[in-house]
Nanobody
């Protein structure tokens, strides 16, 4: 059974940093591309960052380029999202995601709130 356990969210002031973690289980983590999405209140879910299975290729939404970094540790079945220079518009629930055989899987989400 595919499962994700996300953590690391919280309340942070503008300009601050957070590191999200997503521990995966129930599938062969090291051969799957992984992504982080987010959904703000009243908005559609959007792709934030993605990383290929070997960690060698990453992609970012324009809104987070230069501020967020996605990495993975295949020995720990974990994908990370380092978020720096956070802005109020980064406030959202952040979700871990992968595709396996054309099925999409999601974590439960972790809340990130950027506010003074």
């Amino acid at each position: 059974q595919v499962q994700f356990v996300e953590s690391g969210g919280g309340l942070v002031q503008p300009g601050g940093s957070l590191r999200l973690s997503c521990v995966a289980s129930g599938f062969t983590f090291g051969i799957r591309h992984m992504s982080w999405y987010r959904q703000a209140p009243g908005k559609e879910r959007e792709l934030v960052a993605a990383i290929y299975a070997d960690g060698g290729t990453t992609n970012y939404a324009n809104s987070v380029k230069g501020r967020f970094t996605i990495t993975r540790d295949n020995t720990k079945n974990t994908v990370y999202l380092q978020m720096n220079s956070l802005k109020p518009e980064d406030t959202a629930v952040y979700y871990c995601n992968t595709y396996i055989r054309d099925l999409e899987y999601w974590g439960q989400g972790t809340q990130v709130t950027v506010s003074s």
